[in-house]
């Protein structure tokens, strides 16, 4: 524990403007990946297990489209159609067969795909790790903010993360679809029998949930080695991330993806050596003063 | 019930027969079964396969030559998945079910010590330690076993080769300040503890002033690298390896943190070179395997065989499984014997010319491992060789400063 270090960075604009730029760009893939997993959750009542699976999948199908198209857009898009057209056979194939089944058969399904697909990828990829590499239009110098150290695709990721935040949230809230998913999420009987199609409702959420997860491994393989099985690393704190918004609430997924950032971008310097071990500690403080999490409904 | 004898029956009985006796079917071969486990599958599976890709050579070129004892060889393969109970599990069943006369160990560490015990219990049989570097393993007399040796690097080898490396350049440049960053897990901070240690007593007036611990396979180093830049070191000195090294440097170009310190690294392996699309120039880094160190045209050969069947480079831990079939082979052509207490007599000590000594040989050493290996550091290239201004190590000296290290852990 270094809280001197701490209290020296938490006075220094540059050290601020440094790891608050850390946290949000941890924080904002968090929440790409979160997002699904929480809204698949809130209107299903599924945990996906399998999620992680999305965002390897997305990161491997964006590193093959880059090596076909030369473009890195191209290649974040095809990553993140094609999880959101898995999601959707995911759902329709798989998961649809488990609605209302065991919790404890759900998880089968979602760790049977989770093993299938490690395999595939070594299969298709091979086991050795892969990097994407920077994109050209990326390769430059950091900015310097206030002697803080901001770089140039980072700020481009938090920008696209924060537009999907808001396009997620604005299309939730104020678009007949997402009225539909949100009175699904409350009454699925009731909205059904009020005559809208369930099937296609859950394979869209489905799509959705897949699709992000696929936006997160694209736009991280820059940064990030693409190895099989790298999907079960960040499936541990989007769930983390989950439980701390609130089971099913974007709001809170994105308040907690933050939280989860900043903690690992401070705690990096006051608590070196127990960065993990802080994130599970804010996690219980937070459960235990509201056990359904930050934005969730009492049950 | 009926006494006929069905067509089914028949071929259920010849199924259960085989599978009872696996023995029955091969009875007819006279291969000498050699058995071989590592990592196959999981995050660092390219260093296992790559042990095998090595070994398939070998197998090809032994057998074009004869075999052993006038017997084909033929490698039993087997994945341990880098866990150490399975490991010892597989060592015993290649031996006893398998009926394999010769073991390579190709595990990792924390396999290979597991994998000890049984060839130390079995004590029939040899096993080659191919890729676990762990110091103790052959150093500490209670651990080391009378029919097993190491054919691979030494932690403690590369932690002085390493240290007087970088004393010189730290010297050269006058870099006090540094930082570490390591996987956390035991390798990662006795290693590196290891290296500090040998560092120090080199250049007593070196500092580190921050510390990074990240976890193995952990996908974002975002906050380990801007912790570093707040800290300011003038040097940073890695272990990170694999996929975990590939995205620091990749996550660390976006940051420019090659060009805010000078960073220190001995597990740059050509996946590494081949994986990171923006190499930076002038990370100063050990050759784990390099074609062009030794500059031989027997290394060269070596690398380039290996790259025409594979169509990929070798690593670290192609070379020592490479180098470990020459060893069989040579104490089998002495000994003219595959009886453990022959070979294991044979092996020590043993002397032989290879692509990949620093002077064209290396020698078995008497306590079971292998020294006279190339180590040599140089600095990164983003362009083949990737690897420049490579000097090598002295080995005389990485043997006196051996010796001491033995003497302190109570070994000698």
Request: charged share 15%; glycine share 10%.
């Amino acid at each position: 524990m270094d809280l001197d270090a701490l209290g020296a960075c938490l006075m220094t604009p540059a050290c601020v403007v440094t790891q608050t730029t850390s946290g949000l760009i941890v924080g904002m893939l968090l929440f790409l990946v979160a997002a699904g997993v929480t809204l698949i959750f809130g209107v299903l009542k599924i945990v996906n297990f399998a999620h992680g699976t999305f965002y390897m999948l997305g990161g491997y199908v964006a590193y093959t489209a880059l090596g076909i198209t030369d473009s890195y857009a191209l290649a974040v898009l095809s990553g993140t159609l094609a999880m959101a057209l898995f999601g959707v056979l995911f759902e329709r194939v798989l998961i649809s067969r488990v609605y209302g089944s065991n919790v404890l058969m759900q998880l089968l399904v979602c760790y049977a795909v989770v093993l299938i697909f490690d395999d595939v990828v070594k299969l298709v990829w091979g086991p050795e790790f892969h990097a994407m590499g920077m994109p050209p239009a990326f390769q430059v110098p950091p900015l310097f903010i206030a002697g803080g150290v901001v770089p140039p695709f980072y700020a481009v990721l938090i920008g696209i993360a924060a537009m999907i935040a808001i396009v997620l949230g604005l299309g939730l809230s104020m678009t007949r679809l997402g009225k539909t998913v949100r009175a699904a999420a409350i009454n699925p009987q009731m909205v059904s029998a009020l005559g809208v199609n369930t099937t296609a409702l859950f394979a869209i959420v489905f799509a959705v949930g897949g699709g992000l997860a696929g936006l997160a491994g694209a736009l991280a393989a820059p940064v990030r080695s693409l190895s099989p099985g790298m999907g079960f690393s960040i499936l541990i704190e989007s769930f983390i991330v989950t439980v701390i918004g609130g089971m099913g609430s974007i709001g809170g997924a994105l308040v907690a993806a933050l939280v989860i950032g900043m903690v690992r971008g401070f705690g990096t310097i006051g608590f070196p050596q127990f960065t993990d071990g802080l994130i599970y500690i804010v996690m219980i403080i937070i459960l235990l003063l509201r056990p359904q999490g930050l934005f969730g409904r009492p049950t | 019930m009926s006494g006929a004898i069905t067509r089914r029956t028949v071929l259920a009985g010849g199924a259960a027969s085989m599978l009872a006796a696996p023995w029955v079917a091969r009875a007819d071969t006279k291969n000498l079964r050699i058995g071989m486990q590592s990592i196959l599958s999981g995050p660092i599976a390219l260093l296992g396969t790559s042990s095998r890709n090595a070994l398939m050579i070998e197998q090809d070129r032994i057998n074009a030559a004869g075999g052993f004892l006038g017997r084909q060889i033929e490698f039993v393969y087997r994945d341990s998945k880098g866990q150490p109970q399975e490991a010892a599990r597989i060592a015993r069943e290649l031996v006893n079910s398998e009926g394999c006369e010769l073991l390579i160990d190709a595990e990792a560490s924390s396999g290979a010590f597991a994998v000890q015990e049984v060839v130390r219990d079995l004590g029939n049989v040899v096993c080659l330690h191919t890729n676990s570097e762990t110091s103790s393993l052959t150093a500490d007399p209670k651990i080391r076993a009378p029919n097993a040796f190491r054919v691979a690097r030494q932690g403690v080898h590369d932690a002085v080769a390493g240290s007087m490396y970088l004393s010189d350049y730290a010297n050269a440049k006058k870099l006090n300040k540094w930082a570490t960053c390591s996987p956390d897990y035991a390798y990662g901070r006795d290693t590196t503890a290891q290296y500090l240690q040998f560092f120090k007593k080199f250049k007593p007036d070196i500092e580190v002033i921050t510390e990074g611990w990240p976890k193995l396979g952990q996908p974002d180093f975002t906050e380990v690298i801007t912790k570093l830049i707040q800290a300011k070191p003038q040097a940073l000195f890695t272990l990170l390896y694999a996929g975990d090294l590939s995205a620091f440097v990749n996550q660390g170009n976006v940051y420019a943190l090659f060009s805010q310190m000078t960073v220190a690294t001995p597990n740059v392996d050509y996946p590494v070179l081949a994986a990171i699309k923006n190499l930076p120039a002038g990370i100063q880094s050990a050759t784990r395997y390099l074609e062009t160190f030794p500059d031989t045209p027997g290394n060269k050969e070596w690398g380039q065989a290996y790259l025409k069947r594979w169509k990929e480079r070798p690593t670290n831990w192609s070379w020592q499984n490479s180098l470990a079939m020459h060893f069989y082979e040579e104490a089998i052509k002495k000994t003219n014997s595959l009886d453990a207490k022959a070979l294991s007599a044979a092996l020590s000590g043993m002397k032989i010319n290879t692509p990949f000594g620093a002077d064209g040989t290396i020698t078995m050493r008497d306590d079971h491992t292998t020294i006279g290996y190339a180590i040599g550091w140089g600095q990164t290239t983003p362009k083949e060789p990737f690897i420049i201004d490579v000097k090598p190590a002295d080995w005389g000296k990485i043997i006196e400063l051996e010796t001491d290290w033995k003497k302190q852990q109570k070994y000698i």
